[in-house]
């Protein structure tokens, strides 16, 4: 008899094997939405994303500016589509709520966090064959549109295009007043970051709840679809100490020092690393 969290994990393994353009962003988020949504149907989330992406492609045939390369229509297109056809928007009044970063439940509501309203926009723009990543931005993620141009897209806000001007004030209000716009503001993320900002938003407020299990298995889950981020390694295994999950510790601390075997960092985690042998001693 199938496991549905079982085949869900296996789902997310399967994808940290793959290469970063191979990764289809909208259902590699239903799986990690399915290991904490066993009792949703995301063969229906598959199926709704698969309309979604019917509706962004007919939307771009009937836009011939749009299709053209211009991103200020290929804005407008994709808006009609997400927020305007479907009815997706911010979740403002519940923006804390765990539902907000599982996209089965975002479905479900129609609202979500910015990253999971920016993978819907990400799927969108891939299938109608238009260029898009998503933007690393301090506090708030937003994505980038391109072709003759490139605009800037917040999500969260209905799809608004974002200006130089919105850009620096949205960094102010989240870094502090001293923060200045720059190329680091702005930086691309790969598919796979996009992913791990959307779970990492479920582990800091597993973390804020006093909910350690869950922090720790949300993030062997991110480690599942990306093995190689060394700085998760470290994270899960501080944490399976902190449960007095001795052996879980040590061997995802020896992960991390596969992939960081010199260094600062390193150093401390071997002295960690021999502490923790000696009390299973």
């Keep these: 008899m199938s496991n549905p969290l079982q085949d869900a994990r296996s789902a997310l393994a399967a994808l940290g094997t793959l290469p970063d353009s191979e990764i289809d962003i909208g259902l590699a988020a239903l799986q990690l939405a399915r290991v904490d949504a066993l009792d949703a149907d995301w063969r229906a989330g598959a199926e709704h994303l698969t309309a979604l992406a019917r509706a962004a492609v007919n939307a771009a045939a009937g836009d011939k500016e749009a299709d053209a390369g211009d991103v200020a229509r290929r804005r407008a297109v994709l808006a009609q589509v997400i927020h305007g ?5 911010g979740d403002e009044e519940n923006y804390e709520d765990l539902a907000n970063a599982n996209l089965l ?47 800037v897209v917040d999500v969260f806000a209905g799809g608004r295009a974002m200006e130089a001007r919105d850009l ?17 503001s702005l930086a691309r993320m790969e598919k796979r970051a996009v992913l791990l900002r959307l779970q990492n938003n479920i582990k800091v407020r597993r973390l804020r709840d006093g909910d350690l299990a869950g922090a720790v298995a949300c993030t062997e889950d991110m480690l599942r679809i990306a093995p190689d981020a060394a700085p998760l390694w470290r994270e899960a295994g501080l944490m ?36 923790l042998r000696q009390r299973l001693n």
């Design 168 to 184: 620096r004030a949205t960094l102010k209000r989240f870094a502090g007043d001293q923060a200045e716009l720059g190329p680091a």
């Design 240 to 275: 399976h100490q902190r449960l007095d999950q001795i052996g879980a510790a040590i061997a995802a601390l020896e992960s991390f020092l596969k992939l960081v075997p010199e260094g600062p960092q390193a150093m401390r985690v071997r002295g960690l690393l021999e502490e």
């Design 105 to 151: 439940r975002v479905m479900e509501r129609r609202r979500g966090l910015p990253v999971a309203l920016g993978i819907l926009w990400l799927h969108a723009a891939e299938a109608a064959g238009w260029e898009a990543h998503g933007i690393d931005f301090p506090g708030h993620f937003l994505i980038a549109l391109a072709g003759r141009g490139q605009v």
């Design 85 to 89: 056809q479907f009815g997706y928007a």
